[in-house]
């Protein structure tokens, strides 16, 4: 088997979207702390970001852990609130549209955030999204100066606090 | 290809960006910049926050989106406030550059 058919075999499901995250915030986390290799901690961590978002928005929804995310972007539901949100930017790996698919669906079921915690929210989401993108990906960076501990403390705050943005 | 390096942040021009901007969103003046755009969200009663101007320049978005909101919460409501789910200051060209098309009143 060769590893893009081992990747292939495993579910991608909600549950495995949690323990993935859990894996990649390790990892970039490792990488952060380092100045040779912030920049990738920083890719890294940004998909940790995104993954934690998209999870709390099909959470939020109803879905549970065995069920396939592809087959939630890919279902008329969702496709639906994609067109009314839109997205600025990347698509379905865009940190602000994820965002405001989430509170556009918590308004709509009238069970807003409370206000510190959404603001919260909103803070550390713009955080991180002036700290990342996916074209990171084609670029040679170094990280000299500490901006990059302001990303880490968004990332922390929304993988520690994930459970409160969907329930 | 070529190597970039981020260069720590110089935050001696806040307190002037700032002051300009909670005057812009009470009074708009007769210069042609700052523009500011508070865009509906696709979310339904969001609004993206967009400020357009040319002394953004040598300023990281980090630090540009810390201004905005500042003054944004200096001079509207919490409600309002919590109603951004974006804000962004970007130079003229680069709203260009990222697609961004907009008249002023």
């Given at each position: 088997m060769t590893l893009r058919e081992y990747y292939a075999s495993?579910?991608?499901t909600l549950g495995m979207f949690e323990l993935a995250w859990e894996q990649r915030y390790l990892e970039g986390e490792r990488l952060?702390?380092?100045e040779d290799t912030r920049a990738?901690?920083?890719y890294l961590l940004g998909y940790v970001a995104?993954?934690?978002?998209?999870?709390a928005y099909f959470r939020f929804t109803g879905a549970e852990s065995e069920d396939r995310v592809l087959w939630l972007i890919e279902g008329k539901e969702f496709k639906d609130v994609a067109r009314q949100v839109g997205s600025p930017s990347e698509h379905n790996h865009s940190i602000e549209f994820w965002l405001e698919a989430?509170?556009?669906e918590r308004k709509r079921k009238n069970r807003t955030l409370p206000r510190h915690l959404q603001m919260t929210l909103q803070t550390y989401v713009q955080t991180i999204h002036n700290g990342?993108?996916?074209?990171?990906?084609?670029l040679a960076l170094q990280f000299s100066g500490t901006e990059w501990r302001e990303y880490q403390t968004a990332i922390q705050w929304l993988k520690n606090r994930h459970q409160t943005l969907w329930r | 290809m070529s190597r970039g390096h981020l260069l720590p942040v110089d935050t001696s021009n806040d307190a002037d960006l700032l002051m300009t901007l909670?005057?812009?969103?009470k009074k708009p003046g007769e210069s042609t910049e700052p523009i500011l755009i508070e865009q509906p969200s696709g979310a339904e009663g969001y609004i993206r926050l967009y400020v357009l101007w040319a002394k953004w320049q040598s300023i990281p978005q980090q630090q540009r989106s810390r201004i905005i909101m500042e003054s944004y919460k200096k001079t509207h409501s919490l409600d309002d406030l919590l109603n951004v789910t974006i804000a962004m200051g970007l130079t003229p060209d680069e709203a260009r550059e990222m697609g961004l098309v907009w008249t002023t009143e």
């Open positions: 495993q579910p991608e952060l702390l380092t990738g901690g920083i995104e993954m934690v978002m998209k999870a989430l509170l556009n990342w993108s996916v074209e990171m990906r084609y | 909670e005057q812009e969103w």
